[in-house]
């Protein structure tokens, strides 16, 4: 076992510094016409950065897409949690979306942040409130605080939902949950994430992997997530532990807020492990790997697992909410939440088998040509505004 921390100036850096020298080309943000009252007006509430995945991340791709050009959307965003009530927070956003004459407002997520949002659409005068659910404290298994979390899935995400006019969830399942029955006249649609097709240069992977200490020939599975033991790192820890079958090494990107407790788990497991910390652009590490592993414990639709899947990774990924929808239509392997066994014997198989990780690998990449890519999804989300407008 040898757990390795890449940060600083090791490989990481490394790696940012390849990323640099590839990425010099103009920004995709596409520039915005200075008179636009012939379009819609909606403003878009977001929590977090595009780099921590979720809601954030959604909104970046949509904002640097054509529907940028078609509807003129303005910005409500909060970097970081409020911790209680912000009632100075919803007063001025109110005052933002009654002075933009807002038609639309577009609150992503549950809980405290979306709250915020929601109350601030209603007070600012929007005859729209649309929310789209990206999950649920209520899913949390070991939450930092108990009692918040308690007050925000009793009573701040009934209000959330109580606020909104229109619901649209991001997978199937997550329209068919119990807390939404009472709302289920306000969902109108199923939007799921979708990601760019870009393929990476052909070189990326020697590079990146060079720039890792990997060996060409080196078996590599990567996992892009928060350092949370809800993404279930320790069941993996466990898995890992297990006598393996042929060598396998993990390359671990992100961060969180239970990382000591993550790291030490896999100090144990008897695999090379490198965590290589936060990244804003994961693709090098997709390009260096070769399967990718979502042990997560709840689920809704997650970027990074299609965003690897993108790369034409096969997946190894535990069966929970978006992740079974995804995987219904070909790429990878289902196994039991908290099951470090399945997972385990899920993985040797990936790794004794270089055939069927290629064949599965095509299968992924074909999966979210048709069904998450870019392309669907701002197409769906046009539809979905144009139904709410009457265009």
Same mark, same amino acid.
């Given at each position: +076992?040898?757990?390795?921390?890449?940060?600083?100036?090791?490989?990481?850096?490394?790696?940012?510094?390849?990323?640099?020298?590839?990425d010099?080309? *103009?920004?995709?943000?596409?520039?915005?016409?200075?008179?636009a009252?012939?379009? *819609?007006?909606?403003?878009?509430?977001?929590?977090?950065?595009?780099?921590?995945? #979720?809601?954030?991340?959604?909104?970046?791709?949509? /904002?640097?897409?054509?529907?940028?050009?078609?509807? $003129?959307?303005?910005?409500? %965003?909060?970097?970081?949690?409020?911790?209680?009530?912000?009632?100075?927070?919803?007063?001025?956003w109110?005052?933002?979306?009654?002075?933009?004459?807002?038609?639309l407002?577009?609150?992503r997520?549950?809980?405290?942040?979306?709250?915020? #949002?929601?109350?601030? &659409?209603?007070? #600012? #005068? &929007?005859?729209?409130?649309l929310?789209?659910?990206?999950?649920?404290?209520?899913?949390?298994?070991?939450?930092?605080?108990?009692?918040?979390?308690?007050?925000?899935?009793?009573?701040?995400?009934?209000?959330?939902?109580l606020?909104s006019?229109?619901v649209?969830?991001?997978?199937?399942?997550?329209?068919?949950?119990?807390?939404?029955?009472?709302?289920?006249?306000r969902?109108?649609?199923?939007?799921?994430?979708?990601v760019?097709?870009? !393929?990476?240069p052909?070189?990326?992977?020697?590079?990146?992997r060079?720039?890792?200490?990997?060996?060409?020939?080196?078996?590599?599975?990567?996992?892009?997530?928060?350092?949370?033991? /809800?993404?279930?790192?320790?069941?993996?820890?466990?898995?890992?532990?297990?006598?393996a079958?042929?060598?396998?090494?993990?390359?671990?990107?992100?961060?969180?807020?239970?990382?000591?407790?993550?790291?030490?788990?896999?100090?144990?497991?008897?695999?090379?492990?490198?965590?290589?910390?936060?990244?804003?652009?994961?693709?090098?590490y997709?390009? &260096?790997?070769d399967?990718?592993?979502? *042990?997560t414990? %709840?689920?809704?639709?997650?970027n990074?697992?299609?965003?690897a899947?993108?790369?034409?990774?096969?997946?190894?990924?535990?069966?929970?909410?978006?992740?079974?929808?995804?995987?219904?239509?070909?790429?990878?392997?289902?196994?039991?939440?908290?099951?470090?066994?399945?997972?385990?014997?899920?993985?040797?198989?990936?790794?004794?088998? *270089?055939?069927?990780?290629?064949?599965?690998? +095509?299968?992924?990449? !074909?999966?979210? /040509?048709?069904?998450y890519?870019?392309?669907? +999804?701002?197409?769906?989300?046009?539809?979905?505004? $144009?139904?709410?407008l009457?265009?």
């Open positions: +076992m040898r757990l390795v921390l890449a940060r600083g100036p090791y490989a990481a850096t490394r790696v940012r510094d390849l990323i640099a020298r590839r010099r080309r *103009p920004s995709a943000v596409r520039s915005r016409p200075d008179r009252s012939d379009r *819609p007006v909606v403003v878009q509430h977001s929590f977090g950065s595009p780099s921590q995945g #979720g809601p954030a991340t959604a909104l970046a791709r949509l /904002e640097t897409s054509a529907l940028a050009e078609r509807y $003129r959307f303005v910005p409500m %965003h909060q970097d970081t949690a409020t911790g209680g009530v912000d009632l100075g927070r919803v007063w001025r109110a005052r933002r979306v009654r002075s933009e004459h807002a038609e407002v577009h609150v997520g549950l809980g405290n942040e979306g709250f915020h #949002g929601a109350l601030a &659409a209603r007070l #600012g #005068g &929007a005859p729209r409130v929310l789209s659910v990206h999950g649920s404290v209520r899913d949390l298994q070991r939450p930092p605080h108990r009692l918040r979390a308690l007050v925000v899935a009793q009573v701040l995400e009934p209000l959330t939902l606020l006019t229109d649209v969830t991001m997978c199937q399942s997550m329209s068919e949950r119990s807390f939404l029955r009472p709302f289920r006249r969902l109108r649609a199923v939007v799921p994430n979708g760019g097709l870009a !393929r990476p052909a070189d990326l992977r020697l590079s990146t060079s720039a890792l200490g990997l060996a060409a020939d080196e078996v590599v599975a990567i996992l892009v997530g928060r350092l949370s033991v /809800e993404k279930g790192h320790l069941v993996l820890a466990e898995a890992l532990r297990t006598p079958t042929a060598a396998l090494t993990l390359l671990i990107v992100g961060d969180g807020p239970d990382r000591a407790e993550v790291e030490a788990a896999y100090a144990g497991a008897g695999s090379r492990t490198l965590l290589v910390g936060q990244q804003g652009d994961v693709r090098p997709l390009a &260096a790997a399967l990718f592993v979502f *042990p414990l %709840h689920e809704n639709l997650s990074a697992l299609i965003e899947m993108a790369a034409g990774l096969p997946v190894v990924a535990t069966a929970v909410g978006g992740n079974v929808e995804v995987l219904s239509y070909g790429g990878g392997l289902l196994v039991p939440a908290g099951a470090p066994q399945p997972l385990r014997r899920a993985l040797d198989r990936l790794v004794a088998d *270089p055939d069927l990780r290629d064949r599965l690998g +095509m299968q992924a990449r !074909r999966t979210v /040509e048709q069904h890519s870019l392309e669907h +999804m701002v197409q769906a989300w046009d539809g979905v505004y $144009r139904q709410l009457g265009r």
